[in-house]
């Protein structure tokens, strides 16, 4: 099992940009998939991107396509969410999430992460 820990949220204001950081521990960092997600009050957690072990491969919702990019360190153990030019729709906490896996997938099903962290909040005012 590897533990996560998010930082990076905030309250910004519309267009603007914000990195969202996610340190894992305990675990070979190289041997996961990473996603973050996010959920916004009285909905359900949403699949926002997707990253493969080595980071070679991405994956994304169509709301953020273009506006954000996710990104790792295997050598810092760490995940990233670039986020630019917000919307006071990307209002959410945001979850980074993490599969062990031995293949080269990305992952877009919640349920298919078994690792997640306690979540950073996001608020971008319009």
């Known amino acids: 099992q590897v533990h996560l820990v998010e930082s990076g949220g905030g309250l910004v204001r519309a267009g603007d940009s914000l990195r969202l950081s996610c340190a894992a521990s305990?675990?070979?960092?190289?041997?996961?998939?990473m996603g973050w997600f996010r959920q916004a009050p009285g909905k359900e957690r949403d699949f926002v991107a997707g990253?493969?072990?080595?980071?070679?491969?991405?994956t994304y919702a169509d709301s953020v396509k273009g506006r954000f990019t996710i990104s790792r360190d295997n050598a810092k153990n760490t995940v990233y969410l670039q986020m630019s030019s917000l919307k006071a729709e990307d209002t959410a906490v945001y979850y980074c999430?993490?599969?062990?896996?031995?293949?080269?997938?990305?992952?877009?099903?919640?349920?298919?992460?078994?690792?997640w962290g306690q979540g950073t909040q996001v608020t971008v005012s319009s």
């Open positions: 999430a993490a599969r062990e896996t031995s293949t080269t997938t990305t992952f877009r099903s919640n349920a298919l992460y078994d690792n």
């Open positions: 305990g675990g070979t960092f190289s041997s996961y998939a």
């Open positions: 990253l493969n072990r080595w980071g070679g491969t991405t």
